[in-house]
């Protein structure tokens, strides 16, 4: 395995783009390690572990500040991230899992050529929408905040 990767080998790696990488250097959220004599970037294991922490914390919805003073405070406990990604994949499942059962409910009628009341289609409608309507609204508040942080940061550049 390698020692150290370059912020393409990275990017590569993490399937996060080399903008990506760069930003959060910009912003001081992920900062290589080490650079090589020609001034390339260069991420040590240390650094994936910072990363996975980053993308994990990202994924329970903070924003990138939010990420940073976790981080940066004495706040941070790693279990304690890992037990809620746990928690939230758990959400998921059962989301999926109510779904599927009242697919398989709707087929069973479906079979049996046995009419479909209106409460077997609000309820098939209301749990597919569970689901991918959480995560519209989850991934429009990042963008939203995203947005936000690049505005503020463009108009610093700017001043």
């Known amino acids: 395995m390698k ?11 993490t399937g996060l783009t080399v903008r ?6 910009q ?4 900062s290589p390690s080490g650079q ?17 922490q980053i993308l994990s914390l ?12 976790v981080l940066t405070g004495e706040q941070y406990n790693p279990l304690e991230i890992v037990n ?4 939230r994949i758990k959400e998921q499942i059962e989301l999926q899992h109510q779904l599927l059962e009242q697919l398989e409910h709707v087929a069973q009628l479906m079979r049996g050529k046995a009419p479909l009341s209106v409460d077997d289609f609000t309820t098939l409608l209301q749990a597919m929408k569970k689901g991918p309507e ?5 991934r429009r508040i990042s963008w939203e905040q995203r947005l936000d942080m690049l505005g503020d940061f ?3 550049e700017h001043e």
Do not use: C
């Not at 990506?20 to 250097?25: E, N, P, V």
């Not at 809620?84 to 928690?87: I, K, P, V």
């Not at 959480?134 to 989850?138: D, F, H, N």
């Open 3 to 13: 020692n150290h990767w370059k912020v393409g080998d990275l990017a590569k790696l």
């Open 20 to 25: 990506t990488l760069r930003f959060y250097d």
């Open 27 to 30: 912003i001081g959220l992920f």
């Open 36 to 52: 090589t004599d020609s001034g390339h970037r260069l991420y040590n294991a240390s650094d994936l572990s910072r990363l996975q």
């Open 58 to 69: 990202k994924e329970l919805g903070l924003s990138l500040d939010e990420v940073k003073s």
């Open 84 to 87: 809620l990604q746990m928690a």
């Open 134 to 138: 959480k995560l519209v609204v989850e």
């Open 154 to 156: 463009l108009a610093e």
